[in-house]
């Protein structure tokens, strides 16, 4: 493994907590890259010291990524260029797509190195269905915005995951349980580590739980589905289908409001028949 590497960017997912689930790979790559990428290099500086080596690193974050990228992008014609993040798989809720991006528009090879990520571990630990999901990020903090984002996502059925910090977890809670309903969440914390810990309630109680102790670090926040939809009354099916006999004949006219209800057609064709007939 002493061989140099192609040049190219290299994105290395790191251990969100226990240094043990560096990935043998990653391990590699990051022991023979010429630069690292990274957000702190005080945390960066840590794992390298775990492995046993020392890399040289550049800052690369939030504040600094514009004016950085186009130099990042230029040395990787001829080096190879590792991207971690603090913690986790870069590019989630944070700036490494767009040099991703900029790095495969001027032809570099692009190399993903996967591994832990907080969002797809808080799904193992919360119970909550995995056949579909939708990845939040961070909420904003103002009131207003952060009740506004949750209304855009209120009726995806899907499990919500949501990046959030200690301080502001019991208001982020209780703006989801009045935005969505009290659906079954959880509350997943120091994932990886020691005092590992996943909390299941729905959003009230969890909002109740943490009002007066709000715990430390990052935290993800999984939250379930929204239910299946009531049916349809047959008045309202019988008035939906009067306002689209109006309109369309009636095949036409059922397929429309099977689709808008969630009727089965053919019942509802038989129903429009019936209608037009009398």
Same mark, same amino acid.
Do not use: W
């Given at each position: 493994?002493?061989?140099?590497?192609?040049?190219?960017?290299?994105?290395?997912?790191?251990?969100?907590?226990?240094?043990?689930?560096?990935?043998?790979?990653?391990?590699?790559?990051?022991?023979?890259?010429?630069?690292?990428?990274?957000?702190?290099?005080?945390?960066?500086?840590?794992?390298?010291?775990?492995?046993?080596?020392?890399?040289?690193?550049?800052?690369?974050?939030?504040?600094?990524?514009?004016?950085?990228?186009?130099?990042?992008?230029?040395?990787?014609? =001829?080096?190879?260029?590792?991207?971690?993040?603090?913690?986790?798989?870069?590019?989630?809720?944070?700036? =490494?797509?767009?040099?991703?991006?900029?790095?495969?528009?001027?032809?570099?090879?692009?190399?993903?190195?996967?591994?832990?990520?907080?969002?797809?571990?808080?799904?193992?630990?919360?119970?909550?269905?995995?056949?579909?999901?939708?990845?939040?990020?961070?909420?904003?903090?103002?009131?207003?915005?952060?009740?506004?984002?949750?209304?855009?996502?209120? =009726?995806?059925?899907?499990?919500?995951?949501?990046?959030?910090? =200690?301080?502001?977890?019991?208001?982020?809670?209780?703006?989801?349980? @009045?935005?969505?309903?009290?659906?079954?969440?959880?509350?997943?914390?120091?994932?990886?580590?020691?005092?590992? @810990?996943?909390?299941?309630?729905?959003?009230?109680?969890?909002?109740?739980?943490?009002?007066?102790?709000?715990?430390?670090?990052?935290?993800?926040?999984?939250?379930?589905?929204?239910?299946?939809? @009531?049916?349809?009354?047959?008045?309202?099916?019988?008035?939906?289908?009067?306002?689209?006999?109006?309109?369309?004949?009636?095949?036409?006219?059922?397929? @429309?409001?099977?689709?808008?209800?969630?009727?089965?057609?053919?019942?509802?064709?038989?129903?429009?028949?019936?209608?037009?007939?009398?």
């Amino acid at each position: 493994m002493n061989a140099e590497l192609e040049p190219g960017l290299y994105i290395v997912a790191t251990p969100i907590g226990n240094l043990g689930d560096l990935t043998v790979r990653a391990r590699d790559v990051l022991s023979r890259a010429d630069v690292i990428a990274v957000e702190d290099s005080r945390v960066t500086a840590r794992l390298l010291q775990h492995i046993g080596v020392k890399r040289p690193m550049t800052p690369y974050h939030d504040h600094n990524a514009e004016s950085v990228r186009p130099g990042l992008v230029a040395r990787m014609g =001829g080096e190879a260029v590792a991207l971690v993040s603090d913690a986790g798989t870069p590019l989630i809720s944070d700036p =490494g797509y767009k040099l991703v991006r900029d790095a495969r528009a001027a032809g570099h090879a692009v190399v993903t190195i996967p591994g832990p990520c907080a969002a797809v571990a808080a799904l193992t630990l919360a119970g909550l269905p995995t056949d579909r999901f939708l990845f939040v990020g961070f909420l904003p903090a103002k009131a207003q915005a952060r009740a506004a984002a949750i209304a855009e996502v209120a =009726g995806i059925r899907a499990t919500l995951v949501l990046y959030e910090s =200690g301080p502001r977890l019991a208001a982020t809670l209780a703006a989801l349980a @009045e935005g969505l309903g009290d659906r079954e969440a959880a509350v997943a914390r120091e994932i990886t580590k020691r005092f590992e @810990e996943c909390v299941t309630d729905p959003l009230s109680i969890l909002a109740t739980r943490y009002a007066d102790a709000p715990p430390k670090g990052e935290i993800v926040i999984v939250v379930s589905p929204p239910g299946e939809p @009531e049916a349809a009354s047959e008045d309202a099916a019988d008035a939906a289908l009067a306002e689209a006999l109006t309109r369309l004949p009636p095949g036409q006219a059922a397929s @429309e409001v099977a689709k808008a209800l969630g009727i089965d057609r053919k019942a509802l064709y038989a129903r429009a028949l019936a209608l037009r007939g009398g």
